[in-house]
């Protein structure tokens, strides 16, 4: 079995200051992590995938995520925030394609955290 | 690379009639497609997964008669609401995987289709 916990549902910062989302999981089994990013109305775009090589993955516009294992977590951060960074942001989980169980060959999402950016 | 298109982006039914939305991968051939359904401040449920030239598997809680998904070819698959209703309104969004990211499952999604059923 798998799951996700955003541990955030709002997270609020100014523009320029660090951006922090935090992202637990569970897995039975080796996992591929993966955060998106959804603008309303949108559909999900990838900002970085973690699949067993290096534990810091960098992403997409200055995102960056660490693969802790000890802390099953892999949360997101930015140095810098921008006024389009503005959206919701879902940390995601998935056994590997060939680990079978219940959860093989599927992704599981966290809640997601929406991100305002203040001016 | 790796586009997923989805058609139509917006769709407005009146109760009773039956709508189809096509989900393609424009420049890979995706041997599996998945359908999710988002409700409004609500992260993604997945509905169903297709694989091409097979019956999809719907999870739990999902009405396969209801939720008519058919994956003819490595870049079409398509999902029917059948006799839709009020509560049938929803986003749902696709995914497609290439058979090259099956071991990592790494998905690519399309824009999204929004149904409201009137």
């Known amino acids: 079995a798998q799951s996700v916990t955003q541990l955030d549902s709002h997270v609020s910062v100014s523009e320029g200051t660090p951006v922090l989302l935090r992202c637990n999981y569970s897995s039975s089994y080796s996992p591929s992590l993966f955060w998106y990013v959804q603008h309303p109305n949108k559909g999900l775009q990838l900002l970085l995938k973690y699949t067993s090589a290096a534990t810091l993955v960098k992403g997409i516009n200055g995102f960056e995520a660490e693969f802790k294992k000890s802390e099953t977590s892999f949360h997101l951060t930015k140095p810098s925030a921008h006024m389009s960074d503005a959206a919701e942001y879902f940390c995601v989980v998935s056994g590997l394609g060939n680990a079978g169980g219940t959860s093989y060959g599927k992704l599981t999402f966290g809640q997601g955290t929406i991100l305002t950016v203040h001016p | 690379g790796a586009v997923v298109s989805q058609h139509p982006s917006r769709v407005i039914c009146k109760s009773g009639t039956s709508v189809k939305i096509e989900c393609r991968s424009l420049?890979?051939?995706?041997?599996?497609m998945f359908w999710y359904r988002q409700f409004p401040k609500k992260s993604l449920m997945l509905m169903a997964t297709s694989n091409e030239g097979s019956k999809a598997t719907y999870e739990q809680g999902v009405e396969k008669d209801k939720f008519l998904i058919n994956h003819a070819s490595l870049t079409l698959s398509t999902l029917t609401v059948t006799s839709a209703h009020p509560e049938d309104s929803s986003f749902y969004i696709c995914?497609?995987?290439?058979?090259?990211?099956?071991?990592?499952?790494?998905?690519?999604f399309g824009p999204g289709t929004r149904l409201t059923v009137l």
């Open positions: 420049d890979f051939q995706a041997t599996t």
């Open positions: 995914s497609a995987r290439a058979l090259s990211q099956w071991t990592y499952n790494e998905q690519f």
